[in-house]
């Protein structure tokens, strides 16, 4: 069966750490997105990547980076957290060629105080 | 920009009743829309897709309806059950070799018993 892994369901950072949030699938997928959810907002793309070492923008990348060092992890990485990315954050993968599947992980709540 | 707009944002429907959510896209070069359903505490799973070549496409008891002139379309879901209340989005892609997804803003249904 499919599955997307997060590392955290629940989070909570203060200002200014450094925080990580990983995902791991166990599907071979060559694709892997980092989303956010807002209400209201619906799912936003913050960065994909397509292959290892590769990585694109999203729609709205400011205050974020990844790392993608193995094809079944991709890493989000806010460098300086802050109180507007208190959010539920959504890994999702793809197969290469069928990108309109995507399977999402169960999503980490993160809360910045 | 939002490129995909999906309404309304809460609806509640009586058991038995067929709630219809309706999205709307701007860009032409979409030629694949999904719908994804979200349960409280789960990442969103693919529901059901169509790409432009025909009007409507059933699977079960959800059913979406494609409008290419009106570039809109929209999901209905026949005999609705307080099981089917979630969270649905639409999205649309580019199609093959275009990896990402454009997600709608969501829409909170809830099917009254």
């Known amino acids: 069966d499919v599955k997307v892994t997060q590392s955290s369901r629940y989070l909570v950072k203060r200002t200014g750490e450094k925080v990580f949030l990983e995902c791991v699938q166990d599907?071979?997928?060559?694709?892997m997105f980092w989303y956010r959810q807002d209400p209201g907002l619906g799912l936003r793309l913050i960065y994909f990547?397509?292959?290892?070492?590769?990585?694109e923008k999203g729609d709205i990348p400011e205050g974020y980076s990844v790392s993608r060092e193995k094809k079944e992890r991709f890493s989000l990485i806010l460098e300086s957290a802050s109180t507007n990315q208190t959010s539920m954050y959504l890994c999702?993968?793809?197969?290469?060629?069928?990108?309109?599947?995507?399977?999402f992980g169960p999503g980490t709540r993160l809360l910045v105080l | 920009q939002q490129q995909v707009k999906q309404s309304p944002q809460f609806l509640i429907v009586q058991k038995g009743g067929i709630p219809i959510i309706n999205c709307a896209y701007e860009?032409?070069?979409?030629?694949?829309f999904p719908w994804y359903q979200q349960f409280p505490g789960k990442g969103p799973a693919l529901l059901i897709a169509?790409?432009?070549?025909?009007s409507e496409k059933k699977e079960g008891r959800f059913t979406i309806s494609f409008n290419k002139s009106a570039k809109q379309f929209s999901l209905h879901i026949m005999d609705s059950q307080p099981g089917d209340s979630a969270t649905y989005f639409c999205?649309?892609?580019?199609?093959?070799?275009?990896?990402?997804?454009?997600f709608g803003t969501g829409t909170r249904l809830t099917i009254i018993p």
């Open positions: 999702a993968s793809s197969s290469s060629g069928r990108a309109e599947t995507q399977y």
């Open positions: 599907m071979d997928h060559e694709n």
């Open positions: 990547s397509y292959d290892v070492k590769m990585k």
């Open positions: 860009n032409t070069a979409f030629d694949y």
């Open positions: 169509i790409r432009p070549d025909v």
């Open positions: 999205a649309a892609s580019r199609g093959f070799g275009n990896e990402k997804l454009t």
